[in-house]
């Protein structure tokens, strides 16, 4: 038995990054044997075993042969017969096709080293196109080593142009699709090359028609500023739909959010946004009133994060439309309000939704004499 430490781990050591996990493949083992040395079988569509001690991942050299349409459309075969090549070549990318060994020797029979150099993405082999999420994969790569300068080799641009033209994105779950694409947009410094990379592989409108051309750079330009800013994943993908408005409603756009079945929270800050955009503009030419209002229909009352990231979204969009940023303003306004609470305003014969008139009325006067005060003279 040997095992041999492969993919992104080796990828990048060579890159000059510390490896957050380490992934191993072992030859000339079975099952049986791996479990009598006492490693753990966790995987259940092919052999994946944790060590006992690391609890890393290792799982047993195999070969895939395609038997359906769609990621998991394959015939797996793992055993002691099964060689190191033969595992690597039917990895995605030359650069995910290094192996090293316990002495620290490389197997390379693909030229991923060369490909790390010449800072290049390329397919290992024709079976790249049998799974499509591969091209999910290879925008998110794209995406997370931008920066380094890289780029997609010209023979995989046409090869996944190809298999998209076919429609083989469309066989992917939503959530598949939504899992790749959530973690390029949380990971990459530079995450707009997910898209423009799918855009240059021909797999963009299958499940990111909401980005019509004539605005994709707005949304583009939005989202890498939203990853400058540190944002959250909630706030980037809001700031990357919120210029497609111009062109699709907000019914439409959760209704995107729900085919990719992104979680909840992101589909309700979409709609949110895009409801406040703009009153949130007009920050002080808002009546006292209408701005209680608005901060109600934020969520600024409630133990939720809903209001800042609103705000956090319009700061992304006010930064790169070079417009002033209104968080101030709409923060001291929710302040002042939340400074009036229920037990500020009860009165002797004042039950239930009385109160809450009363309390609005204050709120309201409050917000008034606070913006008074705010402008000059």
């Excluded at 096709?97 to 316990?102: G, M, P, S």
């Excluded at 009546?287 to 109600?296: F, G, P, S, W």
């Excluded at 014969?349 to 402008?375: E, F, K, M, S, Y």
Aim: hydrophobic letters at 45%; one cysteine or more.
């Amino acid at each position: 038995m040997k095992r041999y430490l492969v993919g992104g781990a080796v990828r990048d050591a060579l890159l000059g990054f510390t490896p957050h996990e380490r992934d191993w493949v072992v030859v000339g083992s079975t099952p049986e044997q791996m479990r009598a040395a006492g490693f753990t079988q966790v995987g259940r569509d092919f052999p994946v075993f944790l060590h006992p001690q690391t609890r890393e991942e290792h799982a047993l050299a195999r070969t895939e042969r395609k038997s359906a349409a769609g990621h998991q459309g394959f015939v797996v075969h793992a055993a002691a017969d099964v060689t190191l090549e033969e595992d690597l070549v039917r990895r995605d990318l030359t650069v995910n096709a290094i192996a090293q060994d316990e002495s620290g020797a490389l197997i390379d029979p693909h030229g991923g080293q060369r490909d790390l150099q010449n800072r290049c993405l390329r397919h290992v082999s024709p079976a790249f196109s049998e799974d499509p999420l591969r091209v999910l994969r290879l925008a998110r790569f794209a995406a997370r080593f931008a920066p380094l300068g890289f780029r997609v080799a010209d023979e995989t641009v046409a090869l996944c142009r190809q298999l998209n033209a076919g429609g083989a994105l469309r066989e992917l779950s939503a959530e598949r699709v939504w899992q790749e694409t959530a973690r390029a947009i949380s990971e990459s410094p530079a995450p707009s090359v997910y898209f423009s990379t799918l855009q240059l592989l021909g797999g963009l409108t299958d499940w990111f028609d909401w980005l019509p051309a004539a605005h994709v750079s707005a949304s583009l330009r939005a989202l890498d500023q939203a990853a400058k800013d540190h944002a959250e994943l909630a706030v980037r993908v809001a700031a990357l739909m919120a210029p497609a408005a111009a062109q699709a409603t907000a019914a439409q756009l959760v209704q995107a959010c729900a085919r990719l079945r992104m979680p909840k929270d992101i589909a309700t800050l979409v709609d949110r946004y895009l409801d406040a955009a703009p009153d949130l503009r007009l920050a002080d030419g808002l009546a006292a009133a209408a701005l209680l209002q608005r901060l109600e229909r934020m969520a600024a009352f409630r133990p939720t994060p809903l209001f800042d990231r609103v705000l956090a979204v319009d700061a992304v969009l006010a930064r790169i439309a070079q417009r002033p940023d209104p968080t101030a303003f709409w923060r001291g306004a929710r302040d002042q309000a939340v400074a009036l609470q229920a037990r500020d305003v009860r009165v002797e014969g004042l039950h239930g939704p009385a109160i809450a008139r009363a309390l609005a009325a204050a709120r309201t006067q409050r917000l008034a004499d606070w913006q008074q005060g705010l402008r000059p003279g």
